[in-house]
């Protein structure tokens, strides 16, 4: 069974960088991929950025070019970098995988999310 535990988040200015962490009981390569989804109070959770055991990545495009999503096997950790942070990127933030990474429907485990806030 895959647990997965979000670390990382926190409260920085607009512009600023933050890492999110993501640590998996096992890593989550035996899915198809994993990702990071986000939801603000009021809204629905959105995919952010997804990974594939190909190693290709797929990011939602107002994230494009700020956001890189990666993996330590070694450490069965998954990571989010994030620069040039917006107001409009504050969010809970969700560790996630399945069998499609870009959407809720294709996601079989959730992390219990890490607060980003960004003023």
């Known amino acids: 069974h895959v647990q997965l535990v979000e670390s990382g988040g926190g409260t920085v200015q607009a512009g600023g960088s933050l890492r999110l962490s993501c640590a998996v009981s096992e890593f989550a390569y035996s899915k198809a991929c994993m990702g990071w989804f986000r939801q603000a109070p009021g809204k629905e959770r959105e995919g952010v950025a997804a990974i594939y055991r190909n190693g290709a990545t797929v990011y939602e495009d107002s994230v494009k070019g700020r956001f890189t999503i990666s993996t330590n096997n070694a450490k069965n950790t998954l990571y989010l970098q994030m620069n040039s942070l917006k107001p409009e990127d504050s969010a809970m933030y969700y560790c996630?995988?399945?069998?499609?990474?870009?959407?809720?429907?294709?996601?079989?485990?959730w992390g219990q999310g890490t607060q980003v806030t960004v003023s």
């Open positions: 996630a995988t399945g069998w499609g990474c870009t959407e809720r429907a294709g996601i079989d485990y």
